[in-house]
């Protein structure tokens, strides 16, 4: 009971004790407010405002310094424009027979064999077929023939109709082999490497050897491209910019489902397959906007997949790599 009575003794001293410091220090907090709210700390508040103050005038007037300098740089090297439908070149024309005009070497090459050799060769063919049933209609009718003829053999009508079919196809085989021969040449080792990757349902491009950065292209809404003077279903939010006269390794890969890349003016298609990779080489030769489509069914939008290549000097190609995310010319890239 003695222990327990001394217990209680020594806790109640030391909780007075505690009491008492808490008291004390109480004037002492109070006291440090005063201090800080005092006329002497206010005066030194004052004098320091005019200091910050000053401080923050300077950074204001040399940010606005800045921006003034950077307008100033800014209208001197002015962001990238874009082509306007008048540089439109490549697209199709409503009540237009025939090709798009071309603007490869291989279109050109392709259009030239389409005038020349086939288009002909046919008329002649089909003209050639039709004189001949006139000729037998009217000539062997039962009227005028009343005793048919029963010749069975013709020995000088059977090597004609062998050899010239055979002359025919080797006219028509030599310029299609070198059209297909030219179609898959091998891009050589400087060419410009362009991925074009195909999603469900839009397109992105991605530049490898400009720092690998992608461009994702989709079709612009309708009265957007109306007010702007572009072809609706036709135009997209952002183009492929490519350089021109500069050889093109076009490389094509199906993200989801095959796709394929086609660009009728460019005399260009090739299949984007899922698991691999597909590439032909492409030169353009003039500046210019180009459009093309999706050319395999792909899904429910397949037909909301239009292409767009805007085509630029190389000067001008180099300026709008710089002003993507990530663009570097090669020039930057071997630096």
Known sequence: MKFGEFARKRLQIMAFVAATMTVLGVPTTGFAQDAATSPANAAVTVD????????????????????????????????????????????????????????TDDGDYALWMH?????????????????????????????????PSRTSHNTLIEVIWTIVPVLILLAIAVPSITLLANQYKTAPEDAITIKANGYQWYWGYEYIDNGGFEVISNMKDEADAL??????QLAVDNRMVVPVGVPLRIQTFGKDVIHSFGIPSLWFK??????????????????????????????????????????????????????????????????
């Open 115 to 147: 005038d020349a050799i086939l288009l002909p060769l046919i008329t002649i063919i089909s003209l050639f077929v039709l004189a001949l049933l006139l000729w037998v209609v009217v000539r062997y009718n039962k009227r005028s023939n009343t005793v």
């Open 48 to 103: 320091e405002a005019p200091v910050a103050d000053a401080a923050e005038a300077d950074g204001a007037d040399g940010a606005e310094a800045d921006g003034a300098d950077g307008a100033e740089v800014t209208e001197s090297a002015p962001a990238f424009d874009y082509y306007g439908p008048e540089m439109i070149k490549g697209q199709p024309e409503a009540g237009a027979l025939g090709f798009q005009d071309q603007y």
């Open 227 to 232: 007010a702007e003077g572009l072809p609706p």
């Open 270 to 335: 090739i299949d984007a397959v899922p698991g691999r990779i597909n590439e032909r080489l492409l030169t353009i030769d003039e500046p210019g906007i180009y459009y093309g489509q999706c050319m395999e069914l792909c899904g429910a939008r397949h037909g909301y997949m239009p292409i767009a290549i805007e085509a630029r000097p190389l000067a001008e190609y180099n300026a709008w790599v710089q002003s993507q995310p990530g663009g570097m010319t090669r020039a930057q890239i071997e630096a």
